[in-house]
């Protein structure tokens, strides 16, 4: 704190009009007042503004009392040549840079440890983060003075920038409204200057304890000082010399003219000129203080590195996810390609029609296999009932009735047994046409003959994605099914259906099996899921070929968002020859089931 002084020599009186007073007459400022007060100080440029704000400044310092300049064009830094006061602002010129991080360090150095300061808000390239920098330390100086209540003045240049009589206000003008109303009960001054009067707020102006009018020529300053000085000091404003300006203040109730002395630190505002000028050395500042900044400074680059390694590490994460999405886009449209290939290769290899849907495939296969005439859309036989014509070991034509024509969805396959020729005719999935009957149709149970080569069924089962029964190395024959087996009150005229069912589930793929044991079990849910139950690995092509499978031959149906759900029941009830009740329903569904579940 200060030596107690209680006043401050800043000037003299002028012998000037109208005051009439008595020249070469110290003029005295309390010290309290100042500190405490409001004040205003304004001028041309060039008046001798800047100069006074200087030699308050000088002589608080050489007292000890605390101060903080917020400097808007960088003309203060003369002070450092011969008191040590804390240079802050945004470049190299300043002991150091600092943000609006630093504002309560700022705050506490300037009203704990009594450090003059020196804010240089002109260093600042943006405006806006200069005036958050401003905004923040004066509520810090407002909320410390609060508990502190010790003396303390801040002195504003340029103020009509932040308090306007036009215009909004910004943040930092309403704390500065704030300071300047409620500031003196804790201790805490304010002294604006501006070298336009007519721009600044009239509430601020007005409600100042002391002011000090250097030389002022436009109209609409003039006007300010006769609304507030008188009309007699309006034209002699415009007369006043450099330095000199008419001072009034509520201790002495009374308008001085007044002379004030010159400052004596370097005056880095003065206006260049062609002559060479010497910048003097300027006091450097604790290095203590400077390391309690700078150990903000610091942390906020540790803090603003860290943000940018985890922005990186963001962007990165958020460019995999993209390829990602990519891949998984592109793995979607090649599995929808797979599916597309295997149903044009499954109606390749099975001739059957691509209009048809696995329902009517499912009839027609019923029909070949209980040789049963097909029927057309009114319900009528299309096809009589043609017997086979041998002739020396050979049909009549070379054909059977019942050999289908190419697009009819089933194989055929002629066997050779002595001068005999029998015809069989099955499809791929149906296995056995079932019970004795199939030595009627010809072949063995299987459809496939006793000559059938395992590695012919190998491939044919791959070409449906069914690989796993290949590498098994199962040759897709079917086990005799025993009717009377079958649980619950089966309907005796739907032993086909059942046995048909039961044999096309039979001649699966232990892992397709195994899919529709989990679909049974599990209800809806996704393929990959369901293979991996049924033994399968994370390969989602074969998965997916696998899931088609039970798909296509109705046994599960997709319910969204790629889920599937097991539907036995409502295949069996469609396929029935005639509507059950649920008991016989039931009973037909577990007789099928029995194939895998067993």
């Known amino acids: 704190m200060g030596d107690e002084k209680e006043s401050i020599t800043v000037a003299e009186l002028s012998d000037g009009p109208p005051t009439g007073t008595t020249p070469d007459r110290s003029v005295d400022l309390p010290v309290v007042e100042i500190l405490t007060g409001r004040g205003f100080v304004t001028g041309k440029s060039g008046s001798g503004k800047s100069n006074t704000a200087s030699v308050i400044a000088e002589n608080l310092l050489d007292a000890g009392f605390g101060i903080l300049i917020v400097d808007i064009d960088g003309e203060y830094y003369g002070l450092k040549e011969e008191y040590e006061i804390l240079?802050?602002?945004?470049?190299?010129?300043?002991?150091?840079?600092?943000?609006?991080?630093?504002?309560?360090?700022?705050?506490?150095?300037a009203l704990e440890q009594n450090v003059p300061i020196i804010l240089d808000v002109s260093s600042f390239l943006d405006e806006d983060e200069a005036e958050t920098l401003l905004t923040e330390v004066s509520k810090q100086l407002f909320a410390k003075e609060k508990k502190l209540k010790q003396p303390f003045l801040m002195l504003v240049e340029e103020v009509h920038e932040w308090i306007p009589e036009k215009g909004s206000v910004t943040e930092a003008g309403k704390m500065l409204i704030k300071i300047g109303k409620r500031g003196r009960k804790h201790g805490l001054g304010m002294v604006g200057i501006s070298q336009r009067p007519a721009d600044v707020k009239k509430d601020f102006i007005t409600q100042?304890?002391?002011?000090?009018?250097?030389?002022?020529?436009?109209?609409n300053d003039t006007k300010v000082v006769s609304?507030?000085?008188?009309?007699?000091?309006?034209?002699?404003?415009?007369?006043?010399?450099?330095?000199e300006a008419f001072m009034m203040n509520d201790w002495t109730e009374r308008v001085q003219r007044v002379q004030f002395h010159r400052k004596q630190t370097f005056d880095a505002g003065a206006t260049p000129g062609l002559e060479d000028v010497d910048r003097p050395d300027l006091k450097s500042v604790s290095s203590d203080l400077v390391s309690e900044l700078e150990a903000i400074s610091e942390q906020k680059q540790r803090t603003e590195d860290r943000v940018q390694e985890l922005r990186e590490q963001l962007d990165e994460r958020n460019s995999r996810i993209a390829?990602?999405?990519?891949?998984?886009?592109?793995?979607?449209?090649?599995?929808?390609?797979a599916d597309q290939f295997v149903d044009a290769l499954l109606d390749t290899v099975k001739g059957v029609n691509p209009g048809r849907t696995e329902q009517e495939r499912m009839r027609e296969r019923r029909r070949l296999s209980?040789?049963?005439?097909?029927?057309?859309?009114?319900?009528?036989?299309?096809?009589?009932?043609?017997?086979?014509?041998?002739?020396?070991?050979?049909?009549?034509?070379?054909?059977?009735?019942?050999?289908?024509?190419?697009?009819?969805?089933?194989?055929a396959r002629t066997e050779a047994d002595g001068a005999a020729t029998a015809t069989t005719t099955t499809s791929f999935f149906d296995g056995p046409p079932g019970g004795d009957g199939a030595a009627e149709v010809g072949g063995d149970r299987n459809g496939w003959g006793d000559g059938a080569d395992d590695g012919d069924v190998a491939a044919a089962m791959a070409?449906?994605?069914?690989?796993?029964?290949?590498?098994?190395?199962?040759?897709?024959?079917?086990?005799?099914?025993?009717?009377?087996?079958?649980?619950?009150?089966?309907?005796?005229?739907?032993?086909?259906?059942?046995?048909?069912?039961?044999?096309?589930?039979?001649?699966?793929?232990?892992?397709?099996?195994?899919?529709?044991?989990?679909?049974?079990?599990?209800?809806?849910?996704?393929?990959?899921?369901?293979?991996?139950?049924?033994?399968?690995?994370?390969?989602?092509?074969?998965?997916?070929?696998?899931?088609?499978?039970?798909?296509?031959?109705?046994?599960?149906?997709h319910v969204g968002r790629g889920y599937y759900d097991y539907c036995l029941s409502d295949l069996v009830e469609a396929e029935a020859s005639r509507q059950h009740d649920a008991e016989e329903r039931d009973a037909l569904v577990a007789a099928v089931e029995a194939a895998f579940l067993n």
Not at 94 to 107: N, R, S
Not at 471 to 499: C, F, K, T
């Open 370 to 411: 209980t040789g049963d005439p097909p029927v057309d859309e009114a319900g009528d036989s299309s096809v009589a009932d043609a017997p086979a014509e041998e002739s020396n070991g050979s049909a009549a034509d070379g054909e059977s009735a019942l050999q289908p024509t190419p697009d009819s969805g089933e194989l």
């Open 323 to 337: 390829e990602l999405e990519t891949e998984l886009q592109d793995a979607r449209d090649m599995s929808r390609m």
């Open 87 to 109: 240079h802050v602002g945004a470049d190299e010129e300043c002991d150091i840079q600092v943000t609006t991080e630093h504002a309560g360090k700022i705050a506490s150095l």
């Open 227 to 243: 609304r507030i000085l008188g009309s007699e000091y309006a034209e002699a404003v415009e007369d006043l010399g450099d330095g």
């Open 208 to 219: 100042c304890d002391w002011l000090v009018w250097h030389r002022l020529t436009w109209n």
């Open 463 to 557: 070409t449906v994605g069914d690989e796993d029964r290949a590498v098994d190395g199962e040759s897709g024959d079917a086990a005799g099914v025993d009717i009377a087996s079958w649980p619950g009150e089966m309907p005796p005229d739907e032993e086909a259906l059942v046995e048909q069912l039961r044999q096309a589930i039979d001649t699966m793929p232990p892992k397709t099996c195994g899919m529709l044991r989990y679909y049974r079990a599990e209800g809806p849910a996704k393929p990959l899921d369901a293979f991996f139950a049924g033994g399968g690995d994370g390969d989602r092509t074969s998965a997916y070929a696998h899931n088609r499978t039970l798909r296509t031959h109705g046994y599960i149906e």
